[in-house]
């Protein structure tokens, strides 16, 4: 079954949802996590116009707080009693999605499980969808976990 899954991992609540619920299959099936963060060109470019730094500076930056997420992350799943391993993708080889769905080939992932925000209408558009890509694209099983339903959300929808 899922021996090897791939987990990637951007910081959020939503990706942490999803490596909670990767780290419930390893433990199922004593598979072992790949955690990924993946610094693409739209992310450095976001940053980069936010806080107008050095170029060079603001890079190593980003690899540095991609290092400790990762670290996090692999902690987090190591309490739990899971093997992982991590990998930091900064050399802007393609879009997020396509180095997810490249680094399950060549790993090889059994499944990818990751997070994903459910963004519709001008924010999908606008943003895109990692998520949705990596389920188009992907050559192994993937596993949507869904963000959190807000508080306000399930009161408007139970009222």
């Not at 969808?129 to 929808?157: D, F, G, H, Q």
Request: include cysteine.
């Amino acid at each position: 079954m899922y021996q090897r899954i791939l987990v990637p991992v951007d910081g959020s609540p939503t990706s942490a949802r999803g490596l909670d619920e990767a780290i419930r299959i390893a433990k199922l099936t004593h598979g072992q996590l790949r955690l990924l963060h993946v610094i693409d060109e739209l992310s450095f470019a976001l940053s980069m116009d936010a806080y107008a730094g050095y170029a060079g500076g603001w890079l190593d930056t980003l690899r540095d707080q991609g290092r400790t997420l990762l670290e996090g992350c692999k902690a987090t799943a190591q309490a739990a009693g899971v093997e992982a391993e991590v990998v930091l993708r900064d050399t802007f080889a393609g879009s997020v999605h396509e180095q997810v769905t490249a680094e399950a080939g060549t790993w090889p992932a059994d499944l990818i499980v990751l997070g994903t925000h459910g963004r519709r209408g001008v924010g999908r558009v606008v943003m895109g969808s990692s998520a949705e890509n990596i389920l188009r694209y992907a050559t192994v099983p993937v596993l949507l976990v869904r963000a959190a339903e807000s508080k306000a959300k399930t009161e408007s929808r139970a009222g």
